[in-house]
């Protein structure tokens, strides 16, 4: 950003703690057409997938802004801050506000969705997402991109009058676990291992063929691992849904490269998954997170904006 984009943050710690507040910015595909800089070729334009009913005003964009804190005062304060400071530059697109739940039981780590699964289960370790891999980009070319990441943002609305209504049974095996545990259809804890292999006496899989679990599970060697960090979300009733409301998810993942990873596993996904016919994707969105900043006299995006004429010409 260039000009004066300085805020009064002070109302934003008033009666309030930062509350491990983190902040990520990433580009958009538009935003480098703009700063007419060559897109890396994993920064794709996300292609609709089958059963897309996306929002347009609320999907792709140029610049992304991810601001979390455990404080929800605090958090509110920063979001106001930083839509001041960038007023002069950016034009809001869309926002979503999104929570995560409390560990599901003492024996796990990960939070509950609003379908009341356990959200998180088979992630990838946090020791792993830090030191390169299936998260960092690691390419030389573009070399700006190198140690950065690419985040895909998804929208789900979760039909959840159509969910509660379904027997337990169903919506078991439409995730292809014991919604209850978290444990893999035919284990008994959360943290056993999947067998997709797995059938019962009569010689029927036990995760069944459109299971989610087996559409989204990573195929070995094919690049199409993630760090997947989701948020629910819930804001009211939904027009014209009758005694339903708007409420579900917010898919976040990071990813070294989403046209191996997110594009492939979304694809199989949208062709059979059984918890498709219980969610609705209204919102879809791809960034290419920069490398971190590297010493005092560094600033974010450095490498990259000092290749645009149109930056240092304004």
């Not at 024996?107 to 009341?116: D, F, H, K, P, Y």
Request: net charge neutral.
């Amino acid at each position: 950003m260039r000009g004066d984009t300085s805020a009064d943050t002070s109302l934003v710690s008033t009666g309030s703690t930062p509350g491990k507040f983190t902040m990520t910015v990433g580009l958009g595909g538009a935003a480098l057409d703009q700063l007419d800089i060559k897109r890396p070729p994993a920064l794709v334009d996300l292609p609709l997938f089958p059963g897309d009913e996306l929002e347009v005003a609320a999907s792709h964009g140029a610049v992304f802004v991810q601001l979390c804190s455990d404080d929800a005062i605090y958090l509110g304060g920063a979001v106001r801050a930083v839509r001041t400071a960038a007023k002069r530059v950016l034009r809001p697109r869309w926002q979503m506000n999104g929570f995560r739940g409390a560990a599901a039981s003492t024996a796990s780590s990960n939070g509950r969705n609003l379908m009341g699964q356990i959200d998180g289960t088979n992630n990838i370790a946090v020791s792993r997402a830090s030191t390169g891999g299936p998260v960092w980009v690691d390419a030389v070319s573009p070399a700006w991109m190198t140690g950065g990441s690419y985040v895909v943002v998804r929208r789900f609305r979760i039909l959840l009058s159509k969910w509660e209504s379904a027997g337990s049974s169903t919506r078991d095996h439409a995730v292809g676990r014991h919604i209850p545990s978290g444990a893999p259809l035919g284990a008994h804890k959360e943290s056993d291992p999947v067998d997709l292999n797995a059938k019962d006496p009569s010689g029927a899989l036990i995760i069944p063929d459109d299971a989610h679990i087996r559409l989204a599970a990573p195929r070995r060697g094919a690049g199409e691992e993630m760090l997947r960090r989701s948020y629910s979300y819930s804001i009211g009733q939904a027009s014209g849904a009758a005694g339903d409301e708007d409420a579900g998810l917010i898919f976040v993942s990071y990813q070294a490269d989403p046209t191996t990873s997110f594009i492939p596993v979304q694809q199989r996904l949208a062709k059979s998954d059984a918890l498709a016919h219980f969610t609705l994707a209204t919102s879809s969105a791809l960034f290419a997170i920069l490398p971190g900043v590297v010493g005092r006299h560094d600033w974010y995006g450095r490498s990259l904006l000092s290749q645009s004429r149109k930056w240092f010409a304004d």
